[in-house]
């Protein structure tokens, strides 16, 4: 059973575009929500990542939508640059701390100039 | 680096052969992780010890051994592997098991079984 569904798979944007990439879930114990960036040869790292108390988070070049009513979270992306081609994972955890997060299956986003 | 770090970085194996895999983190981070990432399940958690305890096993193959000697080590023992096992192996770690101060990943072990 998936717990967070992410799509798009792939996305191709040209540079200067935003790029969305969209997550939901239905475990409405998930209270913490992560973004990871995946360039190739390198583990995911944190990039972004929201409670459910806010609706929008900023940082940088980077937006974290989320809509608690629907369930649903989405990373943006502005400006977008060749350099943040890379694959996206979305995340969500539980506040009991019981169990680990759980990773959507990635976008693999190119940005092209 | 990322403070989580993997050896050796590739590794082509016979099916016959054992190898083991080494993570080390010396962030002082308690739960260690086991992912197997492939096409087809780009982030498939395959054990998690928190405070040197294996806490989470999902169903995976006893082909792969994991062991956890101290919070700061983790490995991941291999034997008889079948060629759809290549795959890269990534090590996370957390301080925390829920990763809500993040999960550090290293940059993975490169598999390969012929």
């Known amino acids: 059973q998936q717990q967070v569904k992410q799509s798009p798979q792939s996305l191709i944007v040209q540079k200067g575009g935003i790029p969305i990439i969209n997550c939901a879930y239905e475990?409405?114990?998930?209270?913490?929500f992560p973004w990871y960036q995946q360039f190739p040869g390198k583990g995911p790292a944190l990039l972004i990542a929201i409670r459910p108390d806010v609706s929008e988070k900023k940082e940088g070049r980077f937006t974290i939508s989320f809509n608690k009513s629907a369930k649903q979270f989405s990373l943006h992306i502005m400006d977008s640059q060749p350099g943040d081609s890379a694959t996206y994972f979305c995340a969500a955890s539980e506040g009991s701390g019981n169990t680990p997060l759980v990773f959507g299956k990635g976008t693999r986003l190119s940005v092209i100039a | 680096e990322t403070g989580v770090t993997q050896t050796p970085r590739h590794l082509v194996m016979g099916m016959t052969n054992k190898k083991s895999l080494k993570c080390e983190q010396h962030?002082?981070?308690?739960?260690m992780y086991w992912y197997k990432q492939s096409a087809k399940k780009p982030l498939e958690l395959m054990f998690v010890y928190n405070f040197k305890e294996q806490t989470e096993n999902n169903s995976v193959p006893s082909r792969f051994s994991p062991e956890c000697p101290n919070s700061s080590h983790l490995f991941l023992h291999l034997h008889t592997l079948q060629p759809e096992d290549s795959a890269l192996y990534l090590c996370?770690?957390?301080?925390?098991?829920?990763?809500?101060?993040?999960?550090?990943f290293g940059s993975g072990t490169r598999l390969t079984v012929v």
């Open positions: 962030l002082g981070h308690n739960a």
């Open positions: 475990n409405t114990a998930f209270d913490y």
């Open positions: 996370a770690s957390s301080q925390g098991y829920s990763g809500r101060y993040g999960y550090t």
